[in-house]
């Protein structure tokens, strides 16, 4: 496609990749789909408990044996596993200990080849959601927001959910009971199925025929003479890939809130109705940030919750940089401890760590809302968001800015390799810096009187 006319590529693009990505997204979910909707209508027939609880276990091990056969062996074993590990400590005060550290010895051996690697990384997504719901269960018994350990049956079908056990999201033990209790069918329930399903498809199209071809084809460029130059042709096409990698994460993101919401999980109760309203992703969020705290937060928000309550927390008595490491460490084995993606992590959990410190420094000298996250509407201080008029400087370097961010992720993670290999780590944390300072220092503009303010300040900030 590269060797098309622009003409030639959209007359071929509907036919040759819309259309058929679409058909084939929708052949590999449908099954997944009807399953759940067969399940919410099941559980309006008013069953018993542990028939409601039987049902999405069965559900679950369909449809984990429809995505991945005879593999699902090895989410099967981890959860008895961990409801074993459970039964025994069902009298401690320190059950999501005992549960992380199980865990992370079974993650650990299945990653040091235990399994055959093609194998274990086909799981790791299920496991990751069996890992997350075990952990958050124990630690919810200990400090008594669950009252008593839950029977097999209900174990089980909270790790087995239908909605959540292929394409997650993590829901908590109480929004897995409030889901099996059949809430009434609703137009605002199917609406926001359509709409989470619809995004899905879209960003499942614009990761797979539009991010590839972005430039030139989407975005001309002066006659391509840019994509003749080596330094930019290298930064444009890390943001195809950019965009590639980061519309498939929304894919996923937007297709398990359709399942969750579909099974009936994930709704607030308001006063007359109820709210469907679980957010997994923020494209926005991560596209025009804030900060780097609010792309990793906005990327997947149940798993930044989780990470928050269950690991952050309970790690601070360490204290908070080491709470930081440990948060990010816990992210980096749940996604597969390979030595390139620990790289990365540890790089970015230094950065929004100095980011957030430093912020909170400029926002206090200052009394501005710079903070990483948006403040409040009643917050005290005195300097409130400042809005950028078109004609002013920030207007003209941010879409730059935005673009070389966008592309730093594809730059450090590299081709999987079968093999680690220890001596990678040093050029991609080396890389992770030169990239961060180009991306500072790259598209400066002319200073306003606010920046001369900020820079006054930047010394003290740093004290």
């Known amino acids: 496609m590269a060797t098309f006319s622009r003409?030639?590529?959209f007359q071929q693009l509907l036919q040759g990749c819309l259309l058929p990505t679409a058909q084939q997204g929708l052949d590999q979910i449908w099954l997944l789909l009807a399953i759940c909707l067969a399940c919410r209508l099941l559980w309006r027939l008013g069953l018993p408990s542990y028939l409601k609880h039987a049902s999405t276990v069965a559900g679950g091990f369909f449809s984990l044996y429809h995505f991945f056969q005879l593999h699902m062996v090895w989410v099967v074993l981890l959860s008895l596993l961990c409801y074993l590990v459970l039964f025994l400590c069902r009298h401690s005060s320190h059950r999501g200990v005992f549960l992380s550290v199980t865990i992370l010895i079974y993650l650990l051996m299945g990653e040091m080849h235990m399994v055959d690697t093609v194998t274990w990384h086909k799981m790791r997504g299920a496991q990751m959601i069996v890992a997350m719901k075990a952990?958050?269960?124990?630690?919810?018994?200990?400090r008594g927001e669950v009252g008593a350990v839950p029977s097999p049956?209900?174990?089980m079908g909270y790790l087995y959910f239908v909605g959540t056990i292929v394409f997650g999201p993590w829901i908590s033990f109480h929004s897995y009971l409030q889901a099996v209790q059949?809430?009434?069918?609703s137009r605002r329930w199917l609406q926001k199925v359509a709409r989470s399903l619809a995004l899905a498809l879209l960003?499942?199209?614009l990761s797979t025929c539009v991010g590839p071809?972005?430039?030139?084809?989407?975005?001309?460029?002066?006659g391509d003479r840019l994509l003749r130059k080596g330094t930019m042709v290298r930064w444009l096409r890390a943001y195809e890939s950019a965009v590639s990698f980061h519309f498939s994460n929304y894919f996923v993101g937007f297709l398990s809130e359709a399942t969750a919401t579909l099974a009936g999980a994930g709704f607030t109760e308001e006063k007359d109705h109820l709210e469907w309203d679980l957010t997994v992703s923020k494209p926005l969020n991560v596209e025009l940030p804030r900060s780097m705290v609010e792309?990793?937060?906005s990327w997947n928000l149940p798993m930044s919750y989780w990470l928050n309550n269950y690991v952050f927390k309970n790690a601070l008595r360490l204290g908070t940089f080491s709470a930081v490491l440990v948060t990010y460490a816990a992210s980096a084995l749940l996604h597969g401890f390979s030595f390139h993606l620990a790289a990365v992590l540890l790089s970015l959990a230094f950065i929004t760590y100095v980011e957030h410190v430093l912020r909170k420094r400029l926002a206090r000298i200052l009394s501005a809302c710079v903070l990483s996250k948006r403040c409040p509407p009643n917050c005290s201080h005195q300097h409130r968001l400042v809005r950028v008029q078109p004609g002013q400087p920030y207007a003209q370097y941010s879409p730059s800015k935005m673009l070389l961010w966008g592309a730093q992720l594809p730059l450090l993670v590299p081709e999987p390799s079968p093999e680690p290999h220890f001596y990678s780590l040093a050029p991609i944390s080396f890389t992770f810096i030169k990239h961060l300072l180009y991306t500072h220092l790259a598209f400066v503009p002319h200073p306003t009187p606010r920046e001369h303010l900020l820079s006054t300040c930047w010394h003290q900030a740093l004290l």
């Open 135 to 142: 952990v958050s269960l124990g630690f919810d018994l200990d």
């Open 153 to 155: 049956m209900e174990f």
């Open 182 to 185: 059949g809430r009434p069918l």
């Open 203 to 205: 960003c499942l199209v």
């Open 7 to 9: 003409q030639e590529f």
């Open 213 to 222: 071809y972005l430039f030139p084809y989407f975005i001309p460029l002066d």
């Open 295 to 297: 792309v990793v937060t």
